[in-house]
Structures are given as structure tokens and as C-alpha cells.
Nanobody, 125 residues
Framework: QLQLVESGGGLVRPGGSLRLSCAASGSTLDALDIGWFRQAPGKEREGVSCIDSRGSTMVSVDSGHGQFTISRDNAENTVYLRIDSLSTEDTAVYYC??????????????????WGEGTEVAVAS
């Protein structure tokens, strides 16, 4: 059973950076597509970025003012989401999600089977 645990959230000032982690267990990253999603207060969950089993990545063009970079460490079985130039619009709970590899990853949340509990990111001065 795939389990995902996010970490790395916190309070950061506008313009700052964070690196979020998504640690996977129960499967290895070369067998998974992993997506990062976020849900801001009062808004629907939206896809931010994803990485497929081969390491190909996708970033949403509607991801607000932050700059997103997704990467992974196969030895640690962990996927990272670095967010630079954070703005208050990036305040949200960030979730990672996984599914067995399907070729290309997707930013559609309904396509993922397993979800972490989320890590909260708050951007404020």
C-alpha cells in the first residue's frame, strides 16, 4: 500500500522560498507518477506540478506567483517541490498524490489514488 507523507511547510515572508518533501513508502518512485496539489482557503484543489516514473515533469501555468520546481531523489524515495518568489496567493495546504505509472503524469486530482495528509504553507509579512 502506497503511503505518502508531506513535510516542509511553514510560515514564510513574501519573496521567500520553501522546499516541500513528499516521502513515499510501499512503492518506489520509478513505478509511480507523483503530483503536487494545493488547496487555498475557500478554493478548490488545484494541480501545481507532477513528475512521472521516468522523471519527466509538468508544471501548471496557472500556479500563481510562485515559481515551482519539482524534483526527486530515488535513493530517498522522495519527491520535492521547491517554491521560489512566494506570494500571499501561494498560501494553501499542499498535498502530494501518487498512482501507479501511466506514461505521463497529470495535474487532474481525480487521476490519483493515494494522498498524503498535506503540509501547510502560509505566506505573510
Amino acid at each position: 500500500q502506497l503511503q505518502l507523507v508531506e513535510s516542509g511547510g511553514g510560515l514564510v515572508r513574501p519573496g521567500g522560498s520553501l522546499r516541500l518533501s513528499c516521502a513515499a513508502s510501499g512503492s518506489t518512485l520509478d513505478a509511480l507518477d507523483i503530483g503536487w496539489f494545493r488547496q487555498a482557503p475557500g478554493k478548490e484543489r488545484e494541480g501545481v506540478s507532477c513528475i512521472d516514473s521516468r522523471g519527466s515533469t509538468m508544471v501548471s501555468v496557472d500556479s500563481g506567483h510562485g515559481q515551482f520546481t519539482i524534483s526527486r531523489d530515488n535513493a530517498e524515495n522522495t519527491v520535492y517541490l521547491r517554491i521560489d518568489s512566494l506570494s500571499t496567493e501561494d498560501t494553501a495546504v499542499y498535498y502530494c498524490a501518487g498512482r501507479p505509472k501511466r506514461g505521463l503524469c497529470t495535474l487532474e486530482s481525480s487521476r490519483y489514488d493515494n494522498w498524503g495528509e498535506g503540509t501547510e504553507v502560509a505566506v505573510a509579512s
